[in-house]
């Protein structure tokens, strides 16, 4: 990889992402692809057809030892000591106060528990992980020797399927397996960040390229499209999922998130236990609404949320859909949390009418009929 001190990463992928036009910006300590062709485009390919994610900035960080489970079950508010290997949760590395540390990916693997973390927290989530583990459990960083490639949308079992070993094509909603893709072992799991059916894969680093031209030729049939943090943000916007820095962090609990499901019942202690357990017994002091708005009126995070003409909160994620073709936002609510009109979004001197969104924005697809997630 090319880094030097000062300078952004790149990854693997740098050189693909040229030779496919992208514009390239600095981003969590990386080089990446913003967009390749436009974000309304790359955007409508997932939701319609595929595209084709270099996510290798995101951190690897991975627990060994025979206390490995119980230590997962410590640091985080997942619970897969009774859960089967093969299995996915997603969780939060809580703080002593209850707060987010970060959003995460725990992976229960045959030898091994995978923790997949944000990028921009990769260096903090490893000095935590490091203070709390005590020894009782191997911690090693694998982040900067794993490439991830993820492909989602629609086609995107058809062309997994054509690089991919048969095996792989059954895993379920949220399990990982073992196993080759382009002839590469990688870990593999059906989880992804758009609403839609995906794969996300984890191999070598030096591999990330050989894994990444065999998905793109495989997809070019399907109509697949490399696709940029731009579209990214959008497809994660429309599903109404946290992006950690914006909607969520060390301040912000998992129930007034809207995430409070993360925090899975445990007998045994796990940090934040206690802090946890009053904010679900109290109830969330905020919440975290979302907002549709006109096709002309696109809210920005530090937009002030009004009710009644009187301010109730600010935006933390906002942007256009483009698949709804309108304004849609994220944003805390101190009070007026119940209320379900009078909501309007200020852009700069006007107040621009909101009206309050329950669930997702656009429905998800991310699961084939009758699957469960863990």
Same mark, same amino acid.
């Given at each position: 990889?090319?880094?030097?001190?000062?300078?952004?990463?790149?990854?693997?992928?740098?050189?693909?992402?040229?030779?496919?036009?992208?514009? !390239?910006?600095?981003?969590?300590?990386?080089? !990446?692809?913003?967009?390749?062709?436009? #974000?309304?485009?790359?955007?409508?390919?997932?939701?319609?057809?595929?595209?084709?994610? $270099?996510?290798?900035? !995101?951190?690897?960080?991975?627990?060994?030892?025979?206390?490995?489970?119980?230590?997962?079950?410590?640091?985080?508010?997942?619970?897969?000591?009774?859960?089967?290997?093969?299995?996915?949760?997603?969780?939060?590395? =809580?703080? $002593?106060?209850?707060? @987010?540390?970060?959003? #995460?990916?725990?992976?229960?693997?045959?030898?091994?528990?995978?923790?997949?973390?944000?990028?921009?927290?990769?260096?903090? $989530?490893?000095?935590? #992980?490091?203070?709390?583990?005590?020894?009782?459990?191997?911690?090693?960083?694998?982040?900067?020797?794993?490439?991830?490639?993820?492909?989602?949308?629609?086609?995107?079992?058809?062309?997994?399927?054509?690089?991919?070993?048969?095996?792989?094509?059954?895993?379920?909603?949220?399990?990982?397996?073992?196993?080759?893709?382009?002839?590469?072992?990688? @870990?593999? /799991?059906?989880?992804?960040?758009?609403?839609?059916?995906?794969?996300?894969?984890?191999?070598?680093?030096?591999?990330?390229?050989?894994?990444?031209?065999?998905?793109?030729?495989?997809?070019? /049939?399907?109509?697949?499209?490399?696709?940029?943090?731009?579209?990214? $943000?959008?497809?994660?916007?429309? !599903?109404?999922?946290?992006?950690?820095?914006?909607?969520?962090?060390?301040?912000?609990?998992?129930?007034?998130?809207?995430?409070?499901?993360?925090?899975?019942?445990?007998?045994?202690?796990?940090?934040?236990?206690?802090?946890?357990?009053?904010?679900?017994? /109290?109830?969330?002091?905020?919440?975290?609404?979302?907002? +549709?708005?006109? =096709?002309?009126? #696109?809210?920005?995070?530090?937009?002030?949320?009004?009710?009644?003409?009187?301010?109730?909160?600010?935006?933390?994620?906002?942007?256009? /859909?483009?698949?709804?073709?309108?304004?849609?936002?994220?944003?805390?609510?101190?009070?007026?949390?119940?209320?379900?009109?009078?909501?309007?979004? +200020?852009?700069?001197?006007?107040?621009?009418?909101?009206?309050?969104?329950?669930?997702?924005?656009?429905?998800?697809?991310?699961?084939?009929?009758?699957?469960?997630?863990?």
């Amino acid at each position: 990889m090319s880094h030097e001190a000062g300078e952004a990463r790149r990854t693997a992928l740098y050189d693909r992402h040229v030779r496919e036009g992208a514009k !390239m910006v600095p981003f969590a300590g990386w080089e !990446m692809p913003i967009q390749y062709t436009s #974000i309304l485009e790359e955007h409508a390919a997932v939701r319609e057809r595929a595209g084709l994610f $270099d996510v290798s900035h !995101m951190g690897e960080i991975v627990l060994t030892g025979p206390r490995r489970e119980e230590e997962a079950d410590r640091l985080t508010t997942a619970r897969i000591s009774d859960r089967e290997p093969g299995e996915v949760q997603y969780a939060v590395l =809580p703080n $002593d106060r209850g707060g @987010i540390v970060d959003d #995460i990916l725990v992976y229960k693997l045959e030898d091994e528990v995978l923790l997949v973390v944000n990028a921009s927290n990769r260096e903090k $989530d490893l000095r935590w #992980i490091l203070e709390r583990c005590g020894g009782r459990a191997t911690v090693t960083d694998r982040s900067l020797e794993t490439s991830q490639v993820a492909v989602q949308g629609k086609r995107a079992r058809a062309i997994f399927a054509q690089v991919a070993e048969p095996d792989l094509l059954r895993l379920s909603y949220y399990h990982a397996a073992r196993g080759k893709v382009a002839g590469v072992p990688a @870990i593999v /799991s059906r989880t992804g960040y758009t609403g839609e059916y995906g794969y996300e894969v984890y191999v070598p680093w030096a591999e990330g390229p050989r894994v990444w031209d065999a998905l793109l030729d495989a997809g070019r /049939s399907e109509g697949i499209a490399p696709v940029g943090l731009g579209a990214r $943000d959008s497809l994660r916007l429309e !599903m109404r999922y946290c992006l950690y820095g914006n909607d969520i962090d060390e301040t912000t609990n998992p129930f007034e998130a809207g995430i409070g499901w993360v925090v899975r019942k445990k007998e045994t202690d796990f940090v934040g236990k206690e802090a946890l357990a009053a904010a679900r017994k /109290s109830g969330a002091r905020r919440k975290l609404a979302a907002f +549709r708005l006109g =096709p002309r009126d #696109i809210p920005r995070p530090g937009y002030e949320i009004l009710h009644k003409g009187r301010k109730v909160g600010v935006v933390t994620s906002g942007g256009f /859909s483009p698949t709804l073709r309108a304004g849609i936002a994220l944003g805390y609510l101190e009070d007026a949390a119940d209320e379900e009109e009078g909501f309007a979004v +200020r852009i700069r001197d006007r107040e621009a009418p909101a009206r309050r969104q329950k669930g997702a924005f656009v429905a998800s697809s991310v699961k084939e009929e009758g699957e469960e997630e863990s």
